[in-house]
């Protein structure tokens, strides 16, 4: 306080550092997936293009493929759904229990640090463990334990993306204001009470227009692993691709983007209601 | 710990981990339903003082009792048990924005109602007229259904208030707890803290901006600067010369709560009645 302050940044060399950083390690990242961008537009590659995208139209519409269309919908919704309330189950106490900030040792640091630090750690490995294998391995997994059928697919996804959402809803928990749950904390709340009434009411526009965003890559995700038996629209668009009817692909490649709106609209609507 | 102590503070310091010792070597007694203001220029370590107080700072050495145990020799039941008995009021009310009034006061128990009871109170509040009541003794009972970023910074600082009065802590702690209400209801506010004090008989410690009101509402002052005592004594014992030199270091005058300069009386002569 009583010597000259210095009137440079201090921050500016660690920034600049990083800045190198990230530019040294994206370049062999280019590099190695031989990312070149003037391919797309070369005399061969436009061609391949535009006679790959000319088989998609025009739309299928007859009104008996419309309607497995529509049923196929259903299907690949009921999964997404009830994979993400499966993922909601496996995720949630896991995020509570990683987060650091609804942690009561940590405070002092106090009685039962290292058990925390103990339970945390499996705990954290799991999310780690769940969300490291595709959901398609855990499909071709549980479709040898389930057999065919959406309940493989409604494991997968509840497998993986439990795993994705314990690990961002803690960090979304962490990233907003952790204070309200720490003082509750330090007037002697619990853990849960202290989430309760301290983060969730900070956090709930956040936790849910991610939890919807996730659903919505559960639909995706449900199509791809209808291709190895979960049905839905993905069995749909297998079939549709293996009989080389392009019209059909594209019908359902439509459906998704109906999906993709409609999921837009839930959490722009949810996001209103809780905001 | 003698039994009549509510606070006993022996060599304490407080280093925060980027080296800033906040707290020096303080040695304080408090006995209990004692009422204590703590004044100090900003920078002075009364927060830190409170927090570690409050169980929420651990000190870097010395040790510390708080009614009637060292903190950090008890095991997490009785910690917790201990954190519940004592409630702080924060400068900046730690409330999510979107949380209703009624649950931001009734959070005051949550480190006394079983778990079943803090999630059941979230679905329909379990003790709205409770709620109620301490909101009306803070002025603000017509808020009771608002949202809290609905309220101005000075209401929510009493929604904070009442939390604690709420939570009914053998040691009531408060930081700055009326530095964004006006003047007039300052003094009702730090009034009804007192007056909880009296009619229940707890300890009291409130680090204040104001120095009027802390040598007007309390029977001891207790001045802080740089992480020390500067000194310890009964308001009427407080002299001009002890608060100038007080808050040197921040401003040529001393802090009030309209900003008017204190008036000046000789040293050793009665200002007002300290607690009316
Ligand atoms: N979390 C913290 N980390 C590091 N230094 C801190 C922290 N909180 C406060 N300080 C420093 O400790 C000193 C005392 O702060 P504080 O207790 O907040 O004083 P007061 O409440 O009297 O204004 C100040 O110099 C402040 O910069
Ligand atoms: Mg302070």
Request: glycine share 10%.
């Amino acid at each position: 306080m009583n010597s000259i302050p210095r009137l440079r940044d201090p921050a500016a060399a660690p920034r600049l550092l990083l800045a190198v950083c990230i530019v040294a390690l994206l370049w062999p990242g280019f590099s190695l997936t031989e990312f070149d961008p003037a391919a797309l537009f070369d005399e061969r590659g436009r061609a391949t293009i535009v006679k790959f995208v000319g088989t998609f139209f025009p739309l299928e519409t007859s009104p008996d493929f419309l309607g497995l269309v529509l049923k196929s919908t259903f299907e690949t919704l009921a999964i997404a759904t009830a994979g993400m309330a499966f993922a909601i189950l496996i995720g949630w106490p896991l995020a509570l229990v990683v987060t650091r900030s609804l942690s009561i040792s940590r405070i002092g640091p106090g009685p039962g640090l290292m058990p925390g630090r103990l339970v945390r750690m499996p705990a954290r490995f799991a999310l780690m463990f769940f969300r490291s294998i595709p959901e398609i391995v855990w499909a071709l997994l549980f479709v040898r334990a389930v057999g065919l059928g959406p309940a493989a697919g409604v494991l997968a996804i509840g497998v993986t993306y439990g795993g994705m959402l314990g690990k961002v809803y803690s960090e979304i928990l962490e990233s907003n204001d952790t204070r309200p749950a720490t003082a509750l904390l330090e007037a002697g709340g619990g853990r849960i009470a202290a989430f309760c009434y301290g983060m969730w009411p900070v956090a709930l526009p956040e936790l849910v227009s991610y939890s919807v965003y996730r659903w919505e890559c559960a639909v995706r995700a449900s199509v791809i692993m209808g291709f190895v038996g979960a049905g839905g629209l993905g069995l749909q668009m297998e079939l549709s691709m293996r009989m080389l009817n392009g019209g059909e692909v594209s019908t359902i490649l439509l459906t998704f983007l109906l999906l993709v709106v409609l999921a837009d609209g839930v959490s722009a609507l949810l996001r209103k209601v809780t905001g | 710990m003698d039994a009549r102590l509510s606070v006993k503070f022996n060599k304490v310091s407080l280093e925060y981990p980027n080296g800033v010792r906040a707290v020096r070597r303080l040695d304080c007694e408090i006995r209990k339903g004692e009422r204590v203001a703590i004044i100090g220029p900003s920078g002075a370590g009364k927060t830190s003082l409170l927090r570690i107080l409050a169980t929420a700072l651990r000190p870097s050495s010395g040790t510390i009792g708080v009614l009637d145990t060292d903190p950090w020799r008890l095991d997490r039941g009785n910690l917790r048990r201990l954190r519940s008995r004592i409630g702080m009021v924060h400068q900046a009310p730690p409330i999510p924005p979107r949380q209703r009034v009624v649950t931001a006061v009734l959070a005051g128990r949550l480190g006394q109602w079983p778990a079943w009871r803090s999630l059941a109170s979230l679905v329909y509040p379990m003790d709205i007229a409770g709620a109620e009541r301490m909101l009306a003794r803070m002025e603000i009972a017509d808020k009771l259904f608002e949202r809290c970023d609905q309220l101005s910074g000075g209401q929510l600082q009493r929604v904070g208030v009442a939390r604690v009065l709420y939570q009914r802590p053998d040691l009531i702690l408060t930081d700055e707890p009326v530095s964004a209400v006006d003047p007039a209801l300052s003094d009702r506010v730090v009034g009804e803290l007192n007056r909880e004090a009296i009619e229940r008989g707890v300890t009291l410690v409130a680090s204040l901006h104001a120095v009027d009101l802390a040598l007007h509402r309390f029977p001891r002052v207790i001045g802080v600067r740089a992480g020390e005592i500067v000194f310890d004594l009964p308001p009427v014992r407080v002299s001009d010369g002890m608060l100038a030199e007080l808050y040197a270091s921040e401003s040529r005058t001393v802090p009030t709560q309209d900003n008017q300069t204190l008036e000046t009386v000789p040293a050793g002569v009665r200002r007002r009645p300290m607690f009316s």
